[in-house]
């Protein structure tokens, strides 16, 4: 069984920055990839950012390439999402999810465990 949590989200304005940390419980945390997902109010979950085991590859949206980064301290078992340069159509909830597989992965099917989510909203 695998727990995580999120914090960092809150309100920022436009062009700020803000840290997402998500601390996971559990021995497996080295050996499987992370991920962040989001979802806007009256929109589906979306793909945010991935990273592997080993932190050595990162995938991201395209709407936040550049912006966002993914990294990982698996000595501390927390994933980390620094957002930057922040817009009105990043607010949403944040999720961390953690993978079955030890390769970044973009596909939602291949995460079996999910944090609560943190709220990020970036006002105009």
């Known amino acids: 069984q695998v727990q995580l949590v999120e914090s960092g989200g809150g309100l920022v304005q436009t062009g700020g920055s803000l840290r997402l940390s998500c601390a996971a419980s559990?021995?497996?945390?080295?050996?499987?990839?992370m991920g962040w997902f989001r979802q806007a109010p009256g929109k589906e979950r979306e793909f945010v950012a991935s990273i592997s085991r080993s932190g050595s590859t990162t995938h991201y949206a395209d709407s936040v390439k550049g912006r966002f980064t993914i990294s990982r301290d698996n000595a501390k078992n927390t994933v980390y999402l620094q957002m930057n340069s922040l817009k009105p159509e990043d607010t949403a909830v944040y999720y961390c999810?953690?993978?079955?597989?030890?390769?970044?992965?973009?596909?939602?099917?291949?995460?079996?465990?999910w944090g609560q989510g943190t709220q990020v909203t970036v006002s105009s």
């Open positions: 559990g021995r497996t945390f080295s050996s499987t990839a």
């Open positions: 999810a953690s993978a079955t597989v030890s390769s970044a992965t973009v596909q939602a099917m291949r995460y079996n465990y």
